[in-house]
């Protein structure tokens, strides 16, 4: 079945860096563009950023422009979010998410917990 | 870039109750909203796209509609298990920005 499963999360010092992967089975994974999503402690969903599904693009949120990059291997079948300069506000829960598409709809990971903190 | 508010924050309702939950965008989206349940402790679960197109195997009691650039989920009649935050979603184009969610209670 559709699956996306998250890792590399963790417990980092303030300014540290994290990578995170995301390994997609049973669909195809090249076909679709990918974001990444967080949902700090107590807040909502806030969107991170997003890549098209051929690598060619990318975007950010404003939170994360200049410290965080997101790439994949469409060999791998893997989603990447490279994370640099860590703050504490970036403590989280990250989820990856296929893009949406009709009638498909949108499968989310169950997502990984990243902790910035001395 | 395109801000997306929500009201309420959050609510209280028995059991059987219909609850409405408004989406506004600052500027128009057409009909590039989402809505996203995220039970305690899950991940978030698409309801509807399009506006108002229900997901294959979310139950008839939820409906999306639109005007403009104001959207409403509405859950006819409010069960237990729908206890969760609810999101929409603009994603038309990127920032992909979410509303800052309602929290739904069962009295």
């Known amino acids: 079945q559709v699956r996306l499963v998250e890792s590399g999360g963790g417990v980092v010092q303030p300014g540290g860096s994290l990578r995170l992967s995301c390994a997609a089975s049973g669909f195809s994974f090249s076909n679709y563009g990918m974001h990444w999503v967080r949902r700090a402690p107590g807040k909502g969903l806030e969107w991170v950023a997003f890549?098209?599904?051929?690598?060619?693009?990318?975007f950010y949120g404003d939170s994360v422009k200049g410290r965080f990059t997101i790439s994949r291997d469409n060999s791998k079948k893997t989603l990447y979010l490279q994370m640099n300069s860590l703050r504490g506000e970036d403590t989280a829960v990250y989820y990856c998410a296929t893009e949406l598409v009709v009638v498909a709809g949108s499968t989310w990971g169950q997502g990984t917990l990243v902790t910035v903190s001395s | 870039d395109i801000q997306m508010t929500q009201s309420p924050s959050s609510l209280s309702a028995s059991v059987g109750d219909r609850v409405t939950i408004t989406c506004r965008a600052s500027q128009v989206i057409s009909n590039y909203l989402a809505w996203y349940q995220q039970r305690p402790g899950t991940s978030p679960k698409l309801l509807i796209y399009a506006a108002t197109t229900l997901q294959l195997g979310v139950p008839s009691r939820f409906s999306g509609s639109a005007s403009g650039t104001d959207f409403t989920l509405t859950i006819s009649s409010v069960q237990p298990e729908d206890v969760a935050t609810y999101y929409c979603?603009?994603?038309?184009?990127?920032?992909?920005?979410f509303g800052p969610g309602t929290t739904v209670h069962i009295k």
């Open positions: 890549i098209w599904n051929d690598g060619t693009n990318k």
């Open positions: 979603q603009k994603y038309n184009s990127a920032p992909f920005t």
